[in-house]
């Protein structure tokens, strides 16, 4: 079975500066997918990123990336120029297929502090 | 409405009540689903319906009862819980299930008395 591991419950960082969340995973599948979800409080929960895993170059949007490292099995999320709308709980996420469900990991709780 | 609305946004209930959780989308997707959200937990997969079919349940206990009328609309009924169900309940939704991306509902915080 899949599992996925976040080792940052919490995190802070001060705006306008880059912070790095971490995950991990576990799988014996070589193409899968990855994800990172953002959950705001009170909000509700939106994709932020996605990684295929055959695609060797790292998914980026706007100030979101990711370093993918799949021999590592290693997937962490960067935010740059952090704006106090990122304060959230990330979610990283895999996908073993297509179709197939999602497996969550236990979240980060993020919080920009101005 | 758009995206997917759930419905109440916070419920609170006894032990022996009967309540039901509802779930509406409005992206004209194929597959919805029903995730509990409990403190530091990961997000757990409760149901999934593909076009009103169910095709997962993950070992819920019978307490909880989903129920697809249509592909737009997903209920989760309610009855007899435990203290220990109180949670986040998430929907979501997606074109289907052969598709990544998830979209979720605001959930639906209970709390069982």
């Known amino acids: 079975a899949q599992t996925v591991t976040q080792s940052q419950p919490e995190m802070s960082v001060q705006e306008a500066e880059t912070v790095t969340l971490s995950c991990t995973y576990d799988t014996s599948e070589n193409n899968y997918y990855l994800f990172w979800y953002k959950q705001p409080p009170s909000r509700q929960m939106i994709l932020v990123i996605r990684?295929?895993?055959?695609?060797?170059q790292n998914a980026t949007e706007n100030r979101f990336s990711v370093n993918f490292q799949k021999a590592a099995k290693s997937f962490s999320l960067k935010i740059s120029d952090s704006q106090l709308g990122d304060t959230a709980m990330y979610f990283c996420?895999?996908?073993?297929?297509?179709?197939?469900?999602?497996?969550f990991g236990p979240g980060t709780r993020l919080s920009v502090l101005p | 409405e758009t995206g997917v609305t759930q419905t109440p946004r916070h419920l609170v209930m006894g032990m022996t009540n009967k309540k039901s959780l509802k779930c509406e989308q409005h992206?004209?997707?194929?597959?919805m689903y029903w995730y509990k959200q409990s403190a530091k937990k990961p997000l757990e997969l409760m149901f999934v319906y593909s076009l009103e079919e169910r095709v997962e349940n993950n070992s819920v206990p019978s307490r909880f009862s989903p129920e697809c009328p249509n592909s737009s609309h997903l209920f989760l009924h309610l009855h007899t819980l435990q203290p220990e169900d109180s949670a986040l309940y998430l929907c979501?939704?997606?074109?289907?299930?052969?598709?990544?991306?998830?979209?979720f509902g605001p959930g639906t915080r209970l709390t069982v008395l």
């Open positions: 979501a939704s997606s074109q289907g299930t052969g598709r990544d991306e998830q979209f």
């Open positions: 996420a895999f996908m073993r297929a297509l179709g197939q469900n999602f497996v």
């Open positions: 992206l004209g997707h194929n597959a």
């Open positions: 990684q295929e895993a055959y695609k060797q």
